[in-house]
Nanobody
Framework: QVQLVESGGGLVEAGGSLRLSCAASGLTFSTYTMGWFRQAPGKEREFVATISRSGGFTYYADSVKGRFTISRDNAKNTVYLQMNSLKPEDTAVYYC?????????????????WGQGTQVTVSS
């Protein structure tokens, strides 16, 4: 049974930082592209960042580029999202996802497994 479990969310003031983690089990982690998505109240789930299987390639949404960093540790079956200079508009539930398509992508339909999400709230 595949499980993706996010952690590290919380309440932070604007300009602050958080580090999200996503621990994976039940799959061969190093063979999956990993991604982070977020969903704000009343909005569709949107792409945040993705990382290749080896970690050598990353891609970000324009809205977070330069502020967020995605990374992974294949030995620990974990993907991370370092979020700096947080803004109130970053407030959302953040989800990690595992994609078996082989290439990092921002397309939700390419991701096969999803976590339950972790809430990030940024106060102004």
């Amino acid at each position: 049974q595949v499980q993706l479990v996010e952690s590290g969310g919380g309440l932070v003031e604007a300009g602050g930082s958080l580090r999200l983690s996503c621990a994976a089990s039940g799959l061969t982690f190093s063979t999956y592209t990993m991604g982070w998505f977020r969903q704000a109240p009343g909005k569709e789930r949107e792409f945040v960042a993705t990382i290749s299987r080896s970690g050598g390639f990353t891609y970000y949404a324009d809205s977070v580029k330069g502020r967020f960093t995605i990374s992974r540790d294949n030995a620990k079956n974990t993907v991370y999202l370092q979020m700096n200079s947080l803004k109130p508009e970053d407030t959302a539930v953040y989800y990690c996802a595992a994609g078996s398509g082989g290439y990092p992508t921002r397309a939700k339909y390419e991701y096969k497994y999803w976590g339950q999400g972790t809430q990030v709230t940024v106060s102004s």
